[in-house]
Protein backbone atom coordinates (compact mmCIF):
# COMPACT_ATOMS: atom_id res chain seq x y z
CA UNK A 1 0.00 0.00 0.00
CA UNK A 2 2.73 2.57 0.97
CA UNK A 3 4.42 1.55 -2.56
CA UNK A 4 1.07 2.51 -4.24
CA UNK A 5 1.17 5.56 -2.62
CA UNK A 6 4.91 7.04 -3.12
CA UNK A 7 4.04 5.92 -6.92
CA UNK A 8 0.54 7.67 -7.16
CA UNK A 9 2.31 11.09 -5.39
CA UNK A 10 5.14 10.64 -8.28
CA UNK A 11 2.54 10.48 -10.79
CA UNK A 12 4.38 6.92 -12.29
CA UNK A 13 1.22 4.56 -11.45
CA UNK A 14 -0.33 3.65 -14.61
CA UNK A 15 -3.20 2.08 -13.67
CA UNK A 16 -4.94 -0.17 -10.35
CA UNK A 17 -7.09 -3.44 -10.95
CA UNK A 18 -8.36 -6.12 -8.79
CA UNK A 19 -7.88 -9.63 -9.39
CA UNK A 20 -8.56 -12.58 -7.60
CA UNK A 21 -6.20 -15.28 -5.86
CA UNK A 22 -5.56 -17.81 -3.13
CA UNK A 23 -4.10 -16.53 -0.19
CA UNK A 24 -3.21 -19.32 2.28
CA UNK A 25 -4.05 -18.57 5.84
CA UNK A 26 -2.67 -20.24 9.38
CA UNK A 27 -5.62 -22.42 10.93
CA UNK A 28 -4.70 -21.08 14.23
CA UNK A 29 -3.74 -17.78 13.98
CA UNK A 30 -5.28 -16.22 10.98
CA UNK A 31 -2.50 -14.73 9.81
CA UNK A 32 -1.34 -14.70 6.16
CA UNK A 33 1.07 -17.47 5.57
CA UNK A 34 3.91 -16.03 3.09
CA UNK A 35 5.45 -19.29 0.78
CA UNK A 36 9.15 -20.15 1.40
CA UNK A 37 11.52 -22.35 -0.42
CA UNK A 38 14.19 -24.82 2.28
CA UNK A 39 15.50 -27.56 2.11
CA UNK A 40 14.03 -30.40 3.32
CA UNK A 41 14.83 -34.13 4.01
CA UNK A 42 13.00 -36.77 2.68
CA UNK A 43 12.94 -40.78 3.25
CA UNK A 44 13.02 -43.47 0.30
CA UNK A 45 9.95 -45.48 0.47
CA UNK A 46 10.26 -48.09 -2.58
CA UNK A 47 12.36 -50.69 -0.83
CA UNK A 48 10.31 -50.02 2.56
CA UNK A 49 7.14 -50.58 0.76
CA UNK A 50 7.68 -54.08 -0.49
CA UNK A 51 7.57 -56.12 2.55
CA UNK A 52 4.05 -54.25 3.84
CA UNK A 53 2.99 -54.54 0.08
CA UNK A 54 3.56 -58.45 0.06
CA UNK A 55 2.13 -59.20 3.57
CA UNK A 56 -1.48 -57.52 3.01
CA UNK A 57 -1.80 -57.95 -0.80
CA UNK A 58 -0.01 -60.96 -1.60
CA UNK A 59 -0.32 -63.15 1.14
CA UNK A 60 -2.48 -63.71 4.28
CA UNK A 61 -0.48 -62.49 7.01
CA UNK A 62 -2.02 -59.01 7.17
CA UNK A 63 -6.05 -59.06 7.24
CA UNK A 64 -7.50 -55.94 6.73
CA UNK A 65 -11.40 -55.97 8.03
CA UNK A 66 -13.42 -55.17 6.52
CA UNK A 67 -11.49 -56.42 3.09
CA UNK A 68 -12.85 -53.64 0.35
CA UNK A 69 -9.80 -51.29 2.65
CA UNK A 70 -7.42 -53.33 0.28
CA UNK A 71 -8.05 -51.02 -2.67
CA UNK A 72 -7.37 -47.98 -0.52
CA UNK A 73 -3.96 -49.55 1.15
CA UNK A 74 -3.09 -51.05 -2.87
CA UNK A 75 -3.70 -47.28 -4.07
CA UNK A 76 -1.12 -45.45 -1.49
CA UNK A 77 1.29 -48.44 -1.62
CA UNK A 78 1.44 -49.30 -5.27
CA UNK A 79 1.78 -45.44 -5.80
CA UNK A 80 4.31 -44.17 -2.96
CA UNK A 81 6.01 -41.39 -3.05
CA UNK A 82 9.00 -40.72 -1.24
CA UNK A 83 8.46 -39.11 2.36
CA UNK A 84 8.67 -35.60 3.57
CA UNK A 85 10.08 -36.13 7.17
CA UNK A 86 11.05 -32.48 7.66
CA UNK A 87 8.41 -30.54 9.54
CA UNK A 88 9.75 -26.70 10.81
CA UNK A 89 8.14 -26.75 14.34
CA UNK A 90 9.56 -26.09 17.71
CA UNK A 91 8.32 -29.33 19.23
CA UNK A 92 8.99 -32.54 18.11
CA UNK A 93 12.35 -34.90 17.40
CA UNK A 94 15.23 -33.01 15.91
CA UNK A 95 16.56 -34.32 13.27
CA UNK A 96 19.85 -35.97 13.66
CA UNK A 97 21.75 -34.20 11.07
CA UNK A 98 24.90 -31.91 12.24
CA UNK A 99 25.99 -29.73 9.65
CA UNK A 100 30.14 -28.18 9.24
CA UNK A 101 31.91 -25.98 6.80
CA UNK A 102 30.26 -23.05 5.13
CA UNK A 103 27.50 -24.44 4.21
CA UNK A 104 24.52 -26.94 4.15
CA UNK A 105 26.27 -29.42 1.65
CA UNK A 106 28.60 -30.53 4.63
CA UNK A 107 26.42 -32.86 7.14
CA UNK A 108 26.67 -36.20 9.15
CA UNK A 109 24.09 -38.16 10.08
CA UNK A 110 24.47 -39.38 13.77
CA UNK A 111 22.61 -40.28 17.36
CA UNK A 112 23.85 -37.27 19.44
CA UNK A 113 26.26 -34.30 18.58
CA UNK A 114 29.29 -36.19 20.56
CA UNK A 115 28.97 -39.24 17.73
CA UNK A 116 28.50 -36.40 15.49
CA UNK A 117 31.66 -34.73 16.62
CA UNK A 118 33.31 -38.30 15.95
CA UNK A 119 32.32 -38.29 12.69
CA UNK A 120 33.30 -34.96 11.40
CA UNK A 121 36.89 -35.36 12.79
CA UNK A 122 37.11 -38.74 10.50
CA UNK A 123 35.77 -37.22 7.84
CA UNK A 124 37.77 -34.18 7.69
CA UNK A 125 41.00 -35.20 9.64
CA UNK A 126 40.47 -32.17 11.93
CA UNK A 127 40.78 -33.33 15.57
CA UNK A 128 40.25 -30.15 17.00
CA UNK A 129 36.77 -29.95 16.05
CA UNK A 130 34.63 -29.93 19.05
CA UNK A 131 30.40 -29.39 19.22
CA UNK A 132 30.92 -25.14 18.85
CA UNK A 133 31.91 -25.75 15.41
CA UNK A 134 28.65 -28.01 14.48
CA UNK A 135 25.43 -27.30 14.23
CA UNK A 136 22.42 -29.75 14.36
CA UNK A 137 18.95 -28.70 11.72
CA UNK A 138 16.51 -27.29 13.19
CA UNK A 139 13.74 -29.22 11.52
CA UNK A 140 11.84 -32.07 13.42
CA UNK A 141 10.14 -35.07 12.35
CA UNK A 142 7.01 -35.72 11.34
CA UNK A 143 4.93 -36.61 14.06
CA UNK A 144 3.82 -39.84 11.93
CA UNK A 145 7.71 -40.29 11.77
CA UNK A 146 7.69 -40.73 15.32
CA UNK A 147 4.16 -43.04 15.42
CA UNK A 148 5.02 -45.16 12.48
CA UNK A 149 7.28 -47.11 16.05
CA UNK A 150 4.52 -47.55 18.23
CA UNK A 151 4.16 -51.39 17.91
CA UNK A 152 7.80 -51.16 18.67
CA UNK A 153 8.49 -48.04 20.73
CA UNK A 154 5.63 -48.95 23.23
CA UNK A 155 7.99 -52.02 24.67
CA UNK A 156 11.26 -50.19 24.55
CA UNK A 157 11.54 -52.11 21.39
CA UNK A 158 14.08 -49.60 19.46
CA UNK A 159 16.79 -48.78 22.59
CA UNK A 160 16.14 -51.95 23.84
CA UNK A 161 15.45 -54.90 20.96
CA UNK A 162 15.70 -58.54 23.17
CA UNK A 163 14.18 -57.05 26.48
CA UNK A 164 10.98 -59.39 27.57
CA UNK A 165 8.52 -57.80 27.20
CA UNK A 166 8.97 -56.59 23.54
CA UNK A 167 9.59 -60.94 23.04
CA UNK A 168 6.76 -61.39 24.70
CA UNK A 169 3.97 -58.77 23.30
CA UNK A 170 5.66 -58.41 19.33
CA UNK A 171 3.59 -59.12 17.24
CA UNK A 172 0.47 -58.40 18.17
CA UNK A 173 -2.78 -59.62 17.58
CA UNK A 174 -5.48 -56.82 16.41
CA UNK A 175 -5.17 -53.11 15.50
CA UNK A 176 -8.38 -50.92 15.69
CA UNK A 177 -8.72 -47.95 13.97
CA UNK A 178 -10.20 -45.64 11.62
CA UNK A 179 -10.04 -45.78 7.68
CA UNK A 180 -9.26 -42.38 7.24
CA UNK A 181 -5.65 -43.02 8.76
CA UNK A 182 -4.82 -46.37 6.32
CA UNK A 183 -1.79 -45.06 4.98
CA UNK A 184 -0.65 -42.72 7.19
CA UNK A 185 -0.37 -44.81 10.36
CA UNK A 186 -1.67 -48.57 9.66
CA UNK A 187 0.80 -48.63 6.33
CA UNK A 188 3.35 -46.90 8.05
CA UNK A 189 3.47 -49.44 11.16
CA UNK A 190 3.43 -52.42 8.58
CA UNK A 191 6.77 -50.97 6.84
CA UNK A 192 8.78 -50.06 10.44
CA UNK A 193 7.81 -53.55 11.76
CA UNK A 194 9.50 -55.37 9.20
CA UNK A 195 12.02 -52.81 8.29
CA UNK A 196 13.04 -52.61 12.55
CA UNK A 197 11.84 -56.27 13.53
CA UNK A 198 12.03 -58.11 9.98
CA UNK A 199 8.00 -59.47 10.97
CA UNK A 200 4.44 -57.98 10.95
CA UNK A 201 3.33 -55.50 13.92
CA UNK A 202 -0.28 -57.16 14.14
CA UNK A 203 -2.36 -60.12 12.10
CA UNK A 204 -5.44 -58.07 11.94
CA UNK A 205 -6.55 -54.19 10.99
CA UNK A 206 -10.80 -53.71 12.48
CA UNK A 207 -11.67 -50.18 10.76
CA UNK A 208 -14.52 -48.60 12.44
CA UNK A 209 -17.06 -46.20 11.14
CA UNK A 210 -15.94 -42.09 11.34
CA UNK A 211 -18.07 -40.04 13.67
CA UNK A 212 -19.39 -37.19 11.88
CA UNK A 213 -21.62 -33.85 11.72
CA UNK A 214 -24.47 -32.71 9.51
CA UNK A 215 -22.05 -31.50 6.81
CA UNK A 216 -20.36 -35.34 7.10
CA UNK A 217 -16.95 -33.93 8.04
CA UNK A 218 -14.58 -35.70 10.29
CA UNK A 219 -14.85 -34.65 13.92
CA UNK A 220 -11.77 -32.45 13.81
CA UNK A 221 -9.72 -29.97 16.26
CA UNK A 222 -9.07 -27.67 13.02
CA UNK A 223 -12.62 -27.32 11.49
CA UNK A 224 -13.96 -26.90 15.10
CA UNK A 225 -16.60 -28.96 14.55
CA UNK A 226 -16.27 -31.54 17.57
CA UNK A 227 -18.91 -31.15 19.89
CA UNK A 228 -18.45 -28.89 23.27
CA UNK A 229 -17.61 -31.61 25.97
CA UNK A 230 -18.43 -28.91 28.94
CA UNK A 231 -22.24 -28.36 27.00
CA UNK A 232 -22.71 -32.06 26.61
CA UNK A 233 -21.91 -32.26 30.42
CA UNK A 234 -24.54 -29.38 31.39
Given at each position: ??I???????????K?????H?V??????K????P???D?????M???????I?????????????????????H????????N???????????????????????????S???????????????????????Q???V???????W???I???????????????????????????D????????????????????????????????????????????????A??LI?
Amino acid sequence: KKIVKALEESGELIKKENYRHKVGTSERTKAVIEPRLSDQWFLKMEELAKPAIKSVLQSDEIQLVPEKFKNTYRHWMENIRDWNISRQLYWGHQIPVYYYGENNKKYVVAESIDKAVELVKKRTGNNNISEVDITQDDDVLDTWFSSWLWPISVFDGINNPDNNDINYYYPTTDLVTGPDIIFFWVSRMIMAGYEFKDSRPFTNVYFTGIVRDKKRRKMSKSLGNSPDALKLID
